[in-house]
């Protein structure tokens, strides 16, 4: 990796070279640069300067790739990703590329780039990955100190000169840009810096120029607006509490004391241990903005939870615990909706180039721990942050992080793999001041990695804004909303400055009760037979619950097991509602993200027996010799 090299010898350029013109020659791309194909994409390296205040030291590639016109060119679109450290291309070919289709866009370049250090844009990787096993202060340290003294130039400007650059070699034209997440910050910067080179901007789930509370305040002031308003909206949660964030505050009164033990199925079938901590579900909350299917799921289990029965809370947590250092810092990326059990399966059976990771640790902590909002200057000595950030903390006071505990939210954020990130120079200060470039911003009601509070504090900074609140939906509102109004609200912003007004809620359901302990509690579906059609509802429930688990494998919440394997989900007598067990696999296909393909063929046995077809949301077949059709409630 060019970061490393960089530590011990300079880059392969003549000495005293002087700045040259960027230039792009774009060709057909090779399998290695592609993961998911896309009709008319091509590829192309852009050299930069490493050190543009030392053009010596040579150059590094970014990747690039673009989509051309297929009209008279009305200008060029560039996606910027999230991250710090999330690749851009692979969401380009799967999102944004295929818009090329789009009338409006058909005068449009569409452009996007791996920033430098991820990707296929020399992705920076630290040595010795195994030392994560050590925690992340060793391998932290380890790795700061192998980049040596490249660690310095990886910043948030760095990616600002780097567009700036792509900008003149794709003719100087003013670029639109559309930024998701971090790329937000990279965009308000380079609108502030560089006016003259932004047409438009659409704006994802915003971050702030100067970074984001490094404590994730604004996430927990959020929670209860979100769970009462959001998920819990509309009385969707009344038939099990009527207060689920007054739930969780006297679940993580009692958590705080000592965790809730329980017995939970694994991935054998067989029950074993579990226990619910603080920290568990303060992760598990933090994640529901990008795992739609597991959020319907959380306020039943919380509810359930506050009452004493802590079994289905403990399922959504077990993966999750212990978590694993440096788990939180992959959940900062935009663009990549986890999507439970199946989405996590389908994820990860993309074959994509080797150097395309999901996001690369090593240079969100280049990036991250010279320019956040930190409690310590990046130069000072690694040695002294932990007393300093311990003052810090008590400065904030006890109530400033409730419902949960100071050292609790302090796990949850990026704070710990700063403290052993060797002392940096800092980055240069973010641009202040108000951009005047047209700008449209997206926010998520369900939001709570950039809440709509936090939006709205600084939407103030973009003087000509519209501001888009996105119902039902979480981060990276385009790929989360399941009615396609953020998509569209993008395209028609991007191509011609129009936006709708408001966009409508989702029709699908917001939170879920748990399964019933009886199979006589639960409605029956479509049939001629009550108690066909009450198994038919339980096979339902049953599949529900499997889409919002989190992890390759686990157990029913009262029975048999699931595993995530080549082929799909294979589930095994997996049993949520007494007397109705499950068998058979299920195939998934995301298709723009977030919708679900899904097809099986599923095995019931138990009360009565029979053959089940799955087709997306619809479940239909006969069970106990009685045709039965069944709706999966959410998907």
């Given amino acids: 990796m060019l970061g490393l090299l960089c530590a011990v010898l300079p880059l392969a350029s003549p000495a005293g070279a002087a700045a040259r013109p960027p230039t792009l020659a774009f060709g057909a791309c090779l399998p290695t640069q592609v993961v998911h194909p896309a009709a008319g994409l091509q590829c192309a390296t852009l050299d930069v300067p490493f050190d543009r205040a030392d053009p010596a030291v040579g150059d590094i590639a970014l990747a690039v790739q673009r989509v051309p016109a297929s009209a008279p060119r009305a200008g060029v679109i560039v996606l910027l990703a999230g991250g710090p450290g999330q690749p851009a291309l692979p969401a380009f070919e799967e999102l944004l590329a295929p818009l090329a289709r789009d009338p409006a866009l058909r005068g449009f370049e569409l452009v996007a780039f791996d920033q430098r250090g991820t990707g296929q844009s020399e992705e920076l990787q630290c040595p010795a990955e195994g030392q994560l096993k050590r925690g992340p202060s060793a391998y932290f340290s ?22 700036d650059s792509l900008r003149e070699a794709l003719g100087g034209t003013p670029l639109s840009l559309f930024a998701v997440s971090y ?63 007054g739930d969780l505050t006297r679940l993580v009164a009692v958590l705080r004391r000592h965790p809730l033990h329980t017995r939970i199925y694994d991935q054998g079938g067989r029950l074993h241990q579990a226990r619910v901590t603080e920290k568990g579900v303060l992760s ?51 663009l990549a909706p986890t999507l439970g059990a199946f989405g996590d399966q389908a994820y990860a059976a993309t074959q994509a180039p080797a150097s395309d990771s999901l996001i690369s640790i090593s240079l969100f902590a280049a990036t991250s721990c010279i320019e956040d909002l930190l409690p310590w200057s990046p ?36 704070l710990p793999l700063c403290l052993a990130w060797p002392a940096t120079p800092p980055a240069p200060p973010s641009p202040t001041g108000v951009s ?21 504090a600084n939407a103030a900074a973009y003087s000509d804004m519209r501001l888009l609140r996105i119902p039902d939906v979480g981060h990276s509102t385009v790929t989360s909303d399941p009615t396609g109004c953020a998509e569209n609200a993008m395209i028609g912003f991007l191509a011609s ?16 009760a748990l399964a019933p302990s009886s199979l006589v509690q639960v409605a029956p579906a479509a049939s001629r037979s009550r108690v066909a059609g009450q198994v038919a509802t339980a096979a339902a429930i049953t599949l529900e619950d499997l889409l919002g688990q989190i992890g390759p494998s686990g157990g029913g919440l009262r029975g048999g097991d699931w595993k995530a394997n080549a082929r799909g989900v294979a589930l095994h007598d997996m049993i949520d509602v007494p007397g109705v067990e499950l068998s058979g696999t299920v195939h998934i296909k995301v298709v723009d993200f977030i919708q679900l ?16 077809a799955l087709h997306d949301r619809t479940l239909t077949g006969r069970v106990g010799g009685a045709q039965v059709r069944a709706r999966l409630a959410a998907l």
Avoid: N
Wanted: proline share 8%.
């Fill in 142 to 163: 380890a790795c700061g100190t192998a980049l040596g003294p490249t660690r310095s130039y990886y910043t948030s400007q760095e990616s600002v000169e780097d567009l």
């Fill in 497 to 512: 400055g129009q936006a709708p007004a408001s966009c409508p809620p989702s029709s699908e359901a917001q939170a879920l």
């Fill in 183 to 245: 790329g937000t910050r990279v965009a308000g910067m380079y609108a502030r810096e560089h006016p003259e080179g932004v047409a438009r901007m659409v704006l994802d789930s915003l971050t702030p120029t100067t970074g984001p509370d490094p404590l994730g305040l604004a996430r927990l002031h959020a929670l209860r607006r979100v769970l009462d308003e959001g998920i819990c909206g509309a009385g969707a949660c009344r038939s099990f509490s009527s207060d689920v964030y």
């Fill in 379 to 414: 130069e000072s000595p690694p040695s002294g942050r932990a007393s300093t950030l311990h003052t810090w903390l008590a400065s904030r006071g006890a109530g400033a992080t409730a419902p949960f505990s100071p050292a609790t939210a302090l796990a949850a954020s990026s």
């Fill in 436 to 456: 005047a470039t047209p700008t449209l911003i997206l926010s998520g009601d369900d939001d709570l990695r950039t809440p709509y509070e936090q939006v709205l």
């Fill in 597 to 612: 393909h899904l097809t099986g063929r599923l095995t019931v046995r138990g009360r009565l027996t029979g053959k089940l």
């Fill in 284 to 334: 598990l909350l933090f994640g529901l903005d990008l795992a739609p299917l597991t959020r319907e799921l959380v306020p039943a289990a919380i509810a359930a939870a506050a009452r004493g029965y802590a079994a289905p809370l403990a399922q959504l947590t077990a993966f999750l615990q212990p978590e694993a250092p440096g788990s939180s810092i992959v959940a900062t990326s935009g």
